[in-house]
């Protein structure tokens, strides 16, 4: 294993879009570590001068240089798996999150998030950061904990798809928003151009289920990827392993139908990981799968299941991905 680092500069940073013609902005071999470290915003999103809240200079120097292509995030990327070709699988083990900024932001604008007819006015908040006590403190006067991770993780879309903003997460990943992904859990993501191109941004200081006003806290994040090439290996969206379940994720504009997929997508893991038949495991599903709103506000709605490992009867290690 060889360990990487890529850092947020004009030329490593692509931001607003997805494209399988993009340029990597590094190659690895399979198995390799690489640390990324990302920043979240717009110049609009910066605090005010005499704030007391320091923007990293790298977050300048990109703002100063770039503009956004398409309404979307500053990702950083994208990484090259050296032998990725489209139906193999990319493992991305999260083995650790670090905020590198002392403050985030929340934003919620007009015609977009949940409510929009009850919140016509946009709003952005600036909120600063302990790292010290994980907490962030609010304007209102409480705190909330921070739990931190990466809203957009993915790889390149098919490349007749084109260039496609970064906002809707689609089957090769993007804007996930799913809260459970933190540092110790494991993303499956299926693979559509040579190379993978797998690329990461939108740090969350933290986040409910659901996302509803439009944002997270969003922030600056580095994060520890090691990334493992599956040869052959088919999957129909991302699915991921925490420490104690699996998760199986859709996205679609209608929320009944992502849920759907993703209710079919445990439903075919758990035939692929325990031998369940298809009628059992959706008997275990409706026992014990929880069926959680990962996002309501990015076009695509997401839908995210859980299911504790401990609830099945038996389970095969080397099939834990369930493709």
């Not at 941004?201 to 986040?207: E, K, N, T, Y």
């Amino acid at each position: 294993m060889t360990d990487h680092r890529l850092e947020p500069t004009p030329q490593t940073v692509h931001w607003g879009f997805f494209d399988a013609t993009l340029t990597p902005a590094a190659t690895i071999q399979s198995g390799d570590r690489i640390t990324i470290r990302t920043v979240s915003g717009g110049r609009e999103c910066l605090p005010a001068e005499g704030s007391g809240l320091a923007v990293l200079p790298e977050h300048r120097a990109i703002l100063d240089t770039m503009t956004p292509v398409m309404p979307g995030h500053l990702l950083t990327g994208p990484v090259a798996v050296d032998g990725a070709a489209p139906g193999d699988v990319l493992e991305v083990r999260i083995e650790d999150v670090r905020l590198i900024q002392d403050w985030g932001w929340n934003v919620n604008r007009p015609l977009r998030g949940t409510l929009p007819h009850r919140f016509p006015e946009g709003r952005m908040l600036q909120i600063p950061i302990s790292r010290n006590a994980m907490t962030a403190a609010c304007p209102w006067g409480s705190t909330v904990p921070l739990r931190p991770f990466f809203g957009v993780m993915g790889v390149a879309p098919p490349a007749n798809y084109g260039r496609v903003s970064t906002i809707e997460p689609r089957e090769y990943g993007g804007n996930i928003d799913n809260r459970e992904l933190t540092a110790g859990t494991t993303l499956y993501l299926p693979v559509f151009t040579p190379g993978a191109l797998f690329s990461t941004g939108d740090g969350h200081a933290c986040q409910g289920d659901g996302e509803v006003n439009l944002t997270a806290l969003e922030t600056a994040l580095e994060g520890d990827f090691t990334l493992v090439l599956h040869k052959k290996k088919r999957l129909p969206r991302p699915r991921a392993t925490t420490a104690t379940h699996l998760v199986t994720m859709a996205f679609d504009p209608d929320l009944d139908d992502a849920a759907v997929r993703a209710l079919e997508d445990m439903i075919d893991a758990l035939g692929a990981i325990a031998g369940l038949a298809a009628n059992d495991a959706y008997a275990l599903c409706s026992l014990a799968c929880d069926m959680r709103i990962t996002q309501l506000v990015d076009g695509n709605k997401g839908v995210h299941a859980m299911l504790a490992f401990e609830r099945l009867p038996r389970l095969d290690r080397a099939a834990i991905a369930g493709f």
